[in-house]
């Protein structure tokens, strides 16, 4: 089955500084790889996606890059805000109405 | 739009009990949901696949009698913890998939505390 790498486990930057979230995939069927952001006891929301014939998309401060060769996408956070902080999940699926397999997950903390 | 509700959001029950859990598509149709368990500072783990008007599919591991999943309509899904232990005290969350993809939104998630 799917494997998600995630690295790193926690990341600790200073306000305005940029924050790289990367994760390596097993399974080259894998076509859709979304990001959740989750808060502390709270839902994960999803942040941003992208799919396999997309290498890279952006959502204001919130960027993803996918590397299908390599089976390596990242998460790119600029000009971070304290309520940036919050655990990050990266994840990959198959497609359509399938599971999602998700990283272990990272502790982003931006200090003020 | 895409709103995912669960109920209820905090349970504790005594040992040997069953808690029922539900969780609801509020705008959308969801032909397939998914339950997750997540312990304290880990990740969301899979434990099944549930579609509408078939057979829950269980992950390796997830005893399919003690988790029973019934999914017996388009914006429903209920998970019964049967018999509930201490060990299966977590945090319980499904998810939706909104249609006709690949996008899984997320309930609010469900704390159970077996005492």
């Known amino acids: 089955g799917e494997n998600v790498e995630q690295h790193p486990s926690t990341l600790s930057v200073q306000e305005g500084d940029s924050a790289v979230i990367k994760c390596t995939y097993s399974?080259?069927?894998?076509?859709?790889f979304p990001w959740y952001k989750q808060e502390l006891g709270k839902r994960p929301q999803l942040i941003i996606d992208?799919?396999?014939?997309?290498g890279e998309k952006k959502d204001q401060r919130i960027a993803v890059t996918l590397n299908k060769t390599a089976k390596h996408f990242s998460l790119h956070i600029t000009e971070t805000q304290p309520e940036d902080s919050a655990v990050y999940f990266c994840?990959?699926?198959?497609?359509?109405?399938?599971?999602?397999?998700f990283g272990k997950g990272t502790l982003l903390t931006v200090n003020p | 739009g895409a709103v995912v509700s669960q109920h209820p959001s905090r349970v504790i029950c005594k040992s040997g009990t069953s808690v029922k859990i539900e969780c609801r598509s509020l705008?959308?149709?969801?032909?397939?949901m998914f339950w997750y368990r997540q312990f304290p500072k880990q990740s969301l783990m899979l434990m099944a696949t549930?579609?509408?008007?078939?057979?829950?599919?269980?992950e390796q591991g997830v005893e399919k009698d003690k988790f029973l999943i019934n999914h017996a309509s388009l914006t429903l899904s209920t998970l019964t913890v049967t018999s509930a232990h201490p060990e299966d005290s977590s945090f319980y969350i499904c998810?939706?998939?909104?249609?006709?993809?690949?996008?899984?939104?997320f309930g609010p998630g469900t704390r159970l505390t077996v005492l």
């Open positions: 998810s939706a998939s909104l249609p006709p993809g690949d996008t899984q939104y």
């Open positions: 399974d080259s069927a894998s076509n859709y």
């Open positions: 992208i799919r396999s014939n997309v």
């Open positions: 994840a990959a699926s198959k497609g359509s109405n399938y599971k999602l397999t």
């Open positions: 705008d959308f149709q969801a032909t397939t």
């Open positions: 549930s579609n509408e008007g078939s057979k829950a599919t269980y």
